[in-house]
């Protein structure tokens, strides 16, 4: 079982939809998550990220954490055709004896999004 | 401002060649990241520096060498270039050596070997 998993794509939507892009991840002593864009060629940038159970705001960007179910997600509302792009979930695991992190991320394979006028 | 920046962004190499792909950061970034990215397999750790003077393997360090040459500067280098070795590199820099996420990265290279 991959550590991160993402929901498999491609996801199309809508001009003006919401998007809904999903993450799974295995280690149950994962601090933080994270959703990076990455446009098509172009490296990855970091949109969101969520500490805590819940919910997060940021524009038309939400992102969710359930730490009970190992599970976030982005919600995108009024999507734009700029929204177009591979999403990439990201969580910080513990790598190596100790478990320290060191901001050391374990990525999705990602899902590519389109949206359409 | 030029951020993370790598070179080359495109390279060639036959199977079994050498080369090294270097990195530079102008943040002051305490903490420096090497990723390949193949298709439907996100972004893989190959190596990390969390400080100066430190490095350490990540998911897949084989084939791979790193060197921390300053604060600035994280190369890696493959000493025989294999087919499986094929993909976009990304250098990344993160300002703690703690908790955090936010990676900045480089344009990444390219590299295909033969």
């Known amino acids: 079982q991959k550590e991160v998993e993402q929901n498999s794509g491609p996801l199309s939507v809508p001009e003006g939809a919401i998007a809904s892009l999903n993450c799974t991840y295995s280690d149950r002593g994962s601090q933080s998550f994270f959703w990076y864009r990455q446009y098509s060629g172009k490296s990855p940038e970091l949109i969101m990220f969520i500490y805590s159970n819940g919910d997060k705001e940021d524009g038309r960007f939400t992102a969710q954490l359930n730490k009970a179910s190992q599970y976030v997600s982005l919600l995108i509302r009024d999507s734009q055709p700029s929204d177009s792009a591979t999403y990439l979930c990201?969580?910080?695991?513990?790598w190596g004896a100790g478990g320290t992190s060191y901001g050391k991320l374990t990525f999705g394979q990602g899902t590519i999004l389109t949206v359409h006028p | 401002n030029a951020g993370v920046t790598q070179t080359p962004k495109f390279q060639v190499l036959k199977t079994g060649q050498s080369m090294t792909l270097q990195c530079a950061q102008d943040m002051n970034h305490n903490s420096m990241y090497w990723y390949r990215q193949d298709p439907g397999m996100g972004l893989r750790l190959i190596y990390y520096s969390a400080s100066e003077g430190t490095t350490d393997k990540g998911e897949v360090p084989n084939g791979y060498n790193v060197s921390r040459l300053n604060k600035r500067e994280f190369s890696l280098r493959l000493e025989s270039a294999a087919p499986s070795q094929t993909s976009v590199y990304f250098c990344a820099s993160s300002e703690r050596a703690d908790d955090t996420g936010e990676l900045f990265f480089g344009e990444g290279s390219r590299l295909t070997v033969l």
């Open positions: 990201a969580v910080n695991a513990p």
